[in-house]
């Protein structure tokens, strides 16, 4: 290998380019506040690590030159460069920086809410959101908001059968208090009702049918959006639906519900399916229902259509 001294005789011109570098490498108002910081650092130490003097030089500093984590500039995303002497060399490390932080806040906030077929403006939605042009939709959302506060709170609360229309913004106010209570670190699980059973029904040709119904059987808080839209069945009623309720009523776990059916017609719903009419497991499950929520009706214009 040739000898340093070598490579610039037969590269003529690379010296001055070197020399270029280190001139505006000193000259940069970071680089010159290092050093007066350090007046201890030599010109020798200078030569040693430019390449460490440039790498610094050329990143963002607690996001000056970044609007995010994702457009981070950095040679370590996330992190800021910050520069420091040790054993007669100029070293360079790496922290957190401020957006970095806000990154794993989001990631982290966003496990506060599993969601399974439900639609993106759902999982969006928020409570300031939620039009409040009647009594009746004021009133549901004070209370979404003092149910919030008692689960937060660790108090005993029932969850709210939310029922009405096509289009009344009942999925929504669901969407819109899973956020509020990701806001308070609370864990909660909404899924769409008529396609969560048809993903257990897959979950035997994997063995993955108990795993799946225990992830929301436990869950701390949980949503059935669209209950009374699924196709049911005595399996559905009594091995899938009636189960999941009675847990979460024995262990007092918060449920909410959104319907287009009312709790009468919902009952209705429950006695009929090929067997024939089974009013007792019927009232079962709405016994369960009762027990875990009180009703309240949404009424007005379909803001699907408007």
């Known amino acids: 290998m040739k000898p340093f001294s070598a490579f610039l005789r037969d590269n003529p011109g690379i010296e001055a380019r070197i020399a270029k ?39 963002s500093k607690m996001c000056d030159r970044c609007e995010s984590y994702g457009t981070c500039i950095n040679f370590v995303k996330g992190h800021t460069p910050v520069l420091y002497v040790e054993d007669k060399r100029i070293r360079i490390a790496y922290t957190p920086c401020p957006n ?6 989001e990631v982290k906030m966003k496990e506060y809410v599993t969601a399974m077929h439900v639609p993106y403006e759902i999982l969006n939605a928020k409570i300031n959101a939620v039009d409040l042009e009647t009594t009746e939709r004021l009133n549901i959302v004070r209370q979404a908001m003092q149910i919030c506060n008692d689960i937060a709170a660790g108090r005993p609360a029932k969850g709210m059968y939310i029922h009405g229309s096509f289009g009344t913004g009942k999925s929504f106010i669901l969407g819109a208090i899973a ?26 040709s994997d063995n993955t049918f108990e795993q799946k119904l225990d992830r929301v059987r436990k869950s701390p808080v949980l949503m059935l959006d669209d209950i009374g839209a699924e196709d049911l069945t005595p399996w559905v009623r009594d091995e899938v ?66």
Do not use: C, W
């Not at 570098?21 to 290092?34: D, M």
């Not at 956020?179 to 059973?197: D, G």
């Not at 847990?247 to 009929?272: A, G, I, K, V």
């Open 100 to 105: 970095k932080k806000v990154h794993e806040e």
């Open 179 to 204: 956020n509020q209570l990701k806001e308070k670190h609370v864990y909660t699980t909404i899924f769409y009702v008529p396609e969560f059973i048809r993903e257990l029904k897959s979950g035997f």
């Open 241 to 306: 639906l009636g189960p999941l309720l009675h847990h979460r009523m024995m262990n007092q776990l918060p449920t909410f519900f959104s319907s287009n059916f009312n709790l009468d017609e919902l009952e209705h719903h429950f006695s009929n399916t090929r067997n024939g009419v089974e009013q007792t497991k019927a009232l079962r499950m709405m016994e369960r229902i009762h027990a875990l929520s009180d009703p309240y009706q949404l009424s007005g214009k379909n803001y699907r259509r408007s």
């Open 21 to 59: 570098v280190k001139e505006e490498t000193l000259n940069h108002a970071e680089i010159r506040a290092f050093l007066m910081e350090h007046p201890d650092v030599t010109d020798e130490m200078i030569d040693k690590d430019l390449s460490i003097l440039q790498e610094y030089k050329d990143q």
